[in-house]
T-cell receptor, first 119, second 110 residues
């Protein structure tokens, strides 16, 4: 079974603190993703990475950065946490897309999520 | 207009009934389609991929209508354990990103 783990299930931080969220996957997936999920908005992509040391901005990268030093690990960093970053953060991983659309390679596997509260 | 739209619900359905909900997408170039299931306070998990010819997995049937740009999910003989939020997901151009709907909440009542 694919396993994606996240460093914390619940986290409470203060405004202005630097926050690290870590994600590890054990399936040798090339792609890794960080999303946030807020009520009524669905999952929004923050950053993704398709290889070690590679990163691409998603839809809402402002206020976040990422690090991918090893294939299995993808970290999300909040340089200076703000209250509007209170959210559920979900990490996911997948294989690279096939040449043609292929549901099997497109499938993303998620970690259990980190519920971050910024006070 | 959102790229992927779903009725947020909740759909309140008696156990044993059949329930169906749709999801519309705006990009006609979309190529891959999925339904994910998310239980309360849990992560999304793949329920089923949606193929052009439609596909069935036990009590679940997924259909794709490219002309009208929507996918549907039908659940027959619903169980209490089917209560969850169902997320519609679309991939365009085989890139790395999936576009997620906000989800439809389903509540099965005894």
């Amino acid at each position: 079974d694919v396993k994606v783990t996240q460093s914390s299930r619940y986290l409470v931080k203060r405004t202005g603190e630097k926050v690290f969220l870590e994600c590890v996957q054990d399936m040798d997936h090339e792609n890794m993703f960080w999303y946030r999920q807020d009520p009524g908005l669905g999952l929004r992509l923050i950053y993704f990475s398709y290889d070690v040391k590679m990163k691409e901005k998603g839809d809402i990268p402002e206020g976040y950065s990422v690090s991918r030093e090893k294939k299995e690990r993808f970290s999300l960093i909040l340089e200076s946490a703000s209250t509007n970053q209170t959210s559920m953060y979900l990490c996911a991983s997948s294989f690279p897309p096939a040449r043609e659309a292929d549901p099997l390679t497109d499938t993303q596997y998620f970690g259990p999520g980190t519920r971050l509260t910024v006070l | 207009r959102k790229e992927v739209e779903q009725d947020p619900g909740p759909f309140n359905v008696p156990e044993g009934a059949t329930v169906a909900f749709n999801c519309t997408y705006s990009n006609s170039a979309s190529q891959s389609f999925f339904w994910y299931r998310q239980d309360c306070r849990k992560e999304p998990k793949l329920l089923m991929s949606v193929y052009s010819s439609g596909n069935e997995d036990g009590r679940f049937t997924a259909q794709l209508n490219r002309a009208s740009q929507y996918i549907s999910l039908l659940i027959r003989d619903s169980k209490l354990s089917d209560s969850a939020t169902y997320l519609c997901v679309v991939n365009t151009d085989s890139n790395y990103q999936l576009i997620w709907g906000a989800g439809t909440k389903l509540i099965i009542k005894p």
